[in-house]
Structures are given as structure tokens and as C-alpha cells.
């Protein structure tokens, strides 16, 4: 009974590959985010999702795009993969955009 | 420019040893304060919401204050359970919460 959860856990790739990451929630939220924490630990915003509606774009490269399927599933693809890449992605949700966010466990993406 | 500031980086405490941790922000139009919990390998999980300045919650052990440029979350008798980043994050008119970089907290049984 997993409310935010993201597959896959880790995912190691080579330059100039392109992947993707799933992402699911069960709490019956209409917003979903994705964010980045880099080596420092600095968890930045990168996108956020209302009801399948691009809400917050931040500035992020456009090798990276998110799709919404539907409102509990929000995933992001990211093309031509570069070392710079290498992070920890994570997903969360919210009931409202103002709410408390809840995260998933995090996909850690390491470039080589 | 929206800014969050989380002091100290990092905190030692025997167990049993209260402290607290400082969150200073600037924000425009604070719509809520976030506190969460991290721990290492695992995505934050969420502690608290403030809204406005006065406002205080309890949880176990810790307690989150707020005013108009701080917030406060105080830890009494920690044990090492209570091990982990603590991140503060305020949210502003654009929707948009800023994580601060956080307070490593480690409690020395």
C-alpha cells in the first residue's frame, strides 16, 4: 500500500542514452512534481503536474520531458542522457498545490 | 528572489541533549511552511505544515515554531532514532516550495 512510488529504484545508463522514470500515487492527489537532488543534497523543483496539466516548468533542460497520463501517474523521459544528469530523482504528490508534498523513494540515475 | 536559509549545516547531540534547528526564509506571500525528514537512501517525508506567524506543532519529541521571518524546530530528549536531515521548506505565491539545504542531525548514544 505504497502511496508514492517510482520505478525504478536505480538506473545506470551511458552518455547519450535515453531513459525513462515512472512514477505512481495511490493518495488520490490532482498535483504531482518531480524534483532533483544532486550530490550536495539541494532538492530543487524541476516540473509540476495538476490533473494532468503542466503547472511548474522550471528551468530545465528540454532534453527532459514529463507526461501525465493520467492523474495518479506522472513519468519523465529523458533524452541523450550527460554525465551532469547523475542524481537522484524524485516524485511526490500533493492534495493541492499549497499542500504538503508526500515523496516517493527516489530513483538514483548515475551517467557513465 | 524567494530564499531559505537552514542553520546549522550540521548538529551533534548526545542523547537527551534539546536543541534547535533554524529555518530564516524570505518569501513573498508565505502560503505555508514545510518541515520534513530525511533519511539517507529515502525520499523526505513530511512533519509539518505552519501558516502563519505564532502558529506551533507537536510531534513526539519535536516542536515547529514559525514568525514572519523564521521558523523553529526545537527537538527535546532526542534519541538516535531521531537521526536524519531535517529540511525546511516554505511556499510562496507561484506554488512553488523552496527546500532549504537542511540540518544533518545526528544524536551520539
Keep these: ?55 511548474i516548468n522550471e528551468t530545465v533542460p528540454n532534453r527532459f520531458s514529463p507526461k501525465s497520463p493520467d492523474k495518479a501517474h506522472l513519468n519523465l523521459h529523458i533524452n541523450s542522457l550527460e554525465l551532469g544528469d547523475s542524481a537522484v530523482y524524485f516524485c511526490a504528490s500533493s492534495q493541492v498545490d499549497t499542500g504538503p508534498q508526500y515523496f516517493g523513494p527516489g530513483t538514483r540515475l548515475t551517467v557513465t | 528572489e524567494d530564499q531559505v536559509t537552514q542553520s546549522p549545516e550540521a548538529l551533534r547531540l548526545q542523547e537527551g541533549e534539546s536543541s ?11 502560503r ?9 537512501g529515502k525520499g523526505p517525508e513530511f512533519l509539518f505544515t505552519l501558516y502563519s506567524a505564532g502558529e506551533e506543532k507537536e510531534k513526539e519529541r519535536l516542536k515547529a515554531t514559525l514568525t514572519k521571518k523564521e521558523s523553529f524546530l526545537h527537538i527535546t530528549a532526542p534519541k538516535p532514532e531521531d537521526s536524519a536531515t531535517y529540511l525546511c521548506a516554505p511556499g510562496g505565491r507561484d506554488d512553488k516550495i523552496i527546500f532549504g539545504k537542511g540540518t544533518r542531525l545526528h544524536i551520539l548514544p
Design chain 2, 32 to 40: 505555508g511552511l514545510f518541515w520534513y525528514r530525511q533519511d539517507p
Design chain 2, 20 to 30: 534547535s534547528l533554524n529555518c530564516s526564509y524570505t518569501v513573498s506571500g508565505l
Design chain 1, 1 to 55: 500500500d505504497t502511496a508514492v512510488s517510482q520505478t525504478p529504484k536505480y538506473l545506470v545508463t551511458q552518455m547519450g542514452n535515453d531513459k525513462s522514470i515512472k512514477c505512481e500515487q495511490n493518495l488520490g492527489h490532482d498535483t504531482m512534481y518531480w524534483y532533483k537532488q544532486d550530490s550536495k543534497k539541494f532538492l530543487k523543483i524541476m516540473f509540476s503536474y495538476n490533473n494532468k496539466e503542466l503547472i
